[in-house]
């Protein structure tokens, strides 16, 4: 009898402990939701929110990002809950958007004057605490054509929803995480699917003709096959890199910027990548150059890039086998005229090599100034009787 009551008391004791670490687990995953308050402009309808972080990662899956819901206790402003490590933002309301935001630290009350002339608070500005965090899982839905306006329901529990946003080939919206069927309408509700069900946090929905909907948990655009993009750089571009994305929704294929390094190939380089991205960006000497957005690239096809310089730059679906010439630099007359330009050249890999041995000398003798600065402070400190 003593073993059994031994061995339910050490079941009991075992449970206990695993609450004890799941329940704090629990709460820090909530805290790691900070939320955002901001005002602004009465001309600025339905205000979103979107938001990423140093390495580049967003915090939601498309543009606009997270639809900033007003707070009854606080009459003008609105909130929404963003991941906490999330350090820049971008307040937008159809079509007018504010420069990207720096923020040092969340919460931040943010109050939008205008496009250009955006305050940050850390300070509170409203009273009493922000509406609870919700968390929402993200729909895409593709219905035909002639669904007009596209919207979205939940079916069990009852909610009513909301209108669906365009983005690129497909319609978006969040729902909230407590529902677990929803329905795809259109045309102010005269069509729609049969209730779906939800048991992810993203989904894909492929709404056919007579209302049949297919669901898939991952973009079935992503399963476009893998493409090679190849790219003609300058000469001066040092270890060009591509950068790739999905426009508009915003989703990077490479994180941190300046992306993934090419590989060399005859005179040119180039880079097997997944073939669901439509953008793309080449960049080199760390990312310091670059050429602008190249939108609009087909998916699952294979890209040849032309880079004359960052402002001249173009992509094809065929090699592109012919560079135009480039600008040759005068010669000098001489041999002492180019001794002359080389020395006026403050530029050159030489000049860069002496800097930087001229700095780690100075480091090095501010470091034994130092050193010996603390070693006549310990001795002094030893011969008066100091305790270390």
């Known amino acids: 009898m003593r073993r ?3 061995k339910v008391f050490s079941l ?12 704090p687990m629990a709460v820090v995953a909530e805290e790691e939701m900070a939320v955002v308050y901001v005002r602004v402009p009465q001309d600025w309808q339905e205000p979103h929110i979107w938001a990423w972080d140093e390495a580049g990662n967003n915090a939601f899956p498309f543009w606009p990002g997270m639809g900033l819901e007003a707070d009854p206790n606080n009459p003008g402003w609105y909130f929404a ?7 820049y933002v971008i307040v937008n309301a159809g079509g007018l958007q504010t420069e990207d935001l720096s923020v040092a630290a969340l919460p931040v009350w943010i109050t939008v004057i205008s496009e ?7 300070e509170a500005q409203t009273v009493g605490t922000p509406p ?5 899982f993200t729909v895409f839905a593709r219905p035909p054509a002639d669904w007009g306006e596209v919207a979205i329901r939940g079916s069990r529990p009852n909610w009513s929803g909301v209108a669906m946003r365009r983005v690129g080939d497909w319609y978006a919206a969040h729902a909230p995480h407590w529902v677990n069927n929803i329905v795809i309408t259109g045309n102010g509700g005269g069509l729609r699917t049969a209730d ?3 048991t992810q946090t993203m989904l894909w929905v492929l709404v056919e003709e007579d209302t049949g909907a297919e669901v898939f948990y991952e973009n079935p655009d992503f399963m476009a096959p893998p493409i090679t993009v190849r790219a003609q750089v300058p000469g001066d571009w040092d270890a060009p890199h591509l950068w790739a994305w999905l426009h508009p929704e915003g989703t990077n294929l490479f994180s941190p910027w300046p992306g993934e390094p090419m590989i060399r190939d005859g005179d040119g380089y180039m880079l097997r990548i997944p073939g669901w991205v439509n953008s793309l960006i080449v960049n080199a000497n760390d990312g310091t150059v670059q050429t602008g957005n190249m939108h ?3 998916i699952g096809v294979d890209v040849w890039i032309l880079v004359l310089d960052a402002e001249r730059y173009g992509f094809d679906y065929q090699e592109i086998t012919e560079l135009p010439e480039p600008v040759a630099e005068p010669e000098a007359e001489n041999e002492a005229e180019a001794e002359v330009s080389d020395e006026a050249d403050v530029s050159t890999e030489g000049n860069d090599g002496n800097d930087l041995l001229i700095i780690w000398v100075v480091i090095g003798i ?5 050193l010996a600065g603390v070693i006549i402070i310990v001795k002094a400190t030893r011969n008066k009787g100091v305790p270390r």
Do not use: C, I, Q
Request: net charge negative.
């Open 81 to 87: 809950y963003v991941p906490g490590n999330m350090t």
């Open 12 to 23: 009991l004791v075992v449970v206990f402990v695993l609450l004890s670490f799941m329940l």
């Open 196 to 198: 779906l069900r939800v």
């Open 296 to 298: 609009d690239v087909e």
């Open 366 to 370: 501010g470091a034994a100034v130092l």
């Open 116 to 122: 250009g002339e955006v305050e940050l608070v850390y």
């Open 132 to 136: 609870a965090y919700v968390p929402h």
């Open 4 to 6: 059994k009551l031994w």
